[in-house]
């Protein structure tokens, strides 16, 4: 094993083990570490055909006292519920998806980027229905695999600002859809929005409500923040958004360092008046953005860097992911 940590980006990457279970007769199995990053399932296997499938995403991080911590390992086993919920699949007990987090996570306690690189080891979750079947349903049986890599930051350049786009053609969720929860769909239906932005020669899509175009809903990877001049932290409100666990904790700290929050309908005429336009998720963490092209208008944020409000609740974020400063809302569980 040979990593060059600070050269890590966001990337697929073979480690010692994944932590699988099986859903079958109404019940899942116990959890199995395999060494294998193969499956073989039916040429049927609903998920291929009609895509019942979905995942989640979690982070472990190196802390300054050598510690290896998650962040809120609960909100993801309980956001992987709603989504399995909504895509008729079996219920997947919180205690056991932390406990196979835990598992999987000391299986490949060195591929955990050591502190002070910058880098964490990125959980993720899957579920897919497996039973062949040609009709559409739900699948009788589903299989359930945690799979985890190092990784190092979304965009290359790490907290640089990238450029996004708003494109009038394209939507990402319906009204009342898929938007809310983490539907593997709803990044299918992204790949190709997110070609448009790549050819504008930006990183990153920013959709907009598919009803009116008018509101503002979030990234094609990330929730959207904006940060007004007088210092507000603004962030969309939308049945059709996906609940981001990073957004959620950042108006816990904003409200904590006194910075003023207004989750709500957000217009797109406000872009024109935000000091600092953000991305936020756990791969991502904040991304400045510094452009938004819209078709011939071209919203700037101007900033070379990240900006003083970003930046702040960048710094405590990270913090408290690192174990620098204290994790007053006992957000880190350890794992060894
Ligand atoms: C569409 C979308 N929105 C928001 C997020 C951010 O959510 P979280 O902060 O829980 O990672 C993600 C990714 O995780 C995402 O894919």
């Not at 907009?208 to 001049?229: C, Y």
């Not at 990073?246 to 929050?261: C, E, F, H, R, Y």
């Not at 208008?297 to 710094?315: F, M, T």
Request: glycine share 8%.
């Amino acid at each position: 094993m040979n990593i060059e940590w600070d050269k890590l980006g966001f990337e697929f990457m073979p480690t010692r083990s994944n932590i699988r279970f099986s859903y079958k007769d109404g019940k899942w199995s116990e959890g199995k570490l395999y060494s294998s990053n193969e499956i073989t399932i039916s040429i049927a296997a609903n998920c291929i055909h009609y895509g019942q499938a979905a995942f989640d995403g979690l982070k472990a991080f190196c802390c300054k006292d050598g510690k290896v911590r998650l962040f809120r390992p609960k909100e993801n086993a309980r956001r992987l519920n709603s989504t399995i919920d909504y895509l008729m699949m079996p219920h997947f007990p919180e205690e056991k998806f932390v406990a196979a987090v835990k598992t999987v996570v000391k299986d490949n306690i060195d591929y955990v980027p050591p502190y002070g690189t910058g880098g964490s080891l990125y959980i993720r979750p899957v579920i897919f229905g497996t039973s062949p079947q040609i009709g559409v349903a739900p699948a009788t049986e589903y299989e359930l695999i945690i799979m985890v890599m190092p990784v190092g930051p979304y965009y290359k350049g790490g907290i640089k600002p990238v450029r996004a786009m708003i494109h009038d053609k394209v939507d990402r969720a319906a009204p009342q859809g898929t938007g809310h929860v983490k539907a593997a769909a709803n990044y299918a239906a992204g790949l190709y929005p997110t070609s448009l932005a790549l050819k504008g020669d930006c990183s990153i899509m920013l959709f907009l409500d598919s009803k009116t175009h008018q509101l503002i809903e979030e990234f094609g990877t990330s929730n959207f923040f904006g940060v007004t001049p007088d210092g507000k932290y603004v962030t969309p409100k939308s049945s059709s958004i996906l609940p981001s666990i990073t957004n959620k904790s950042l108006m816990q700290l904003a409200g904590d360092l006194s910075i003023p929050v207004e989750h709500r309908d957000v217009y797109k005429t406000e872009l024109e008046t935000f000091a600092e336009v953000g991305a936020c998720g756990t791969a991502v963490v904040i991304t400045p953005i510094s452009e938004i092209i819209h078709h011939d208008k071209v919203y700037k944020y101007g900033r070379k860097n990240i900006g003083p409000v970003s930046r702040k609740l960048y710094d405590k974020m990270t913090g408290i992911q690192y174990g620098e400063i204290a994790d007053e809302h006992n957000w880190m569980m350890e794992v060894l």
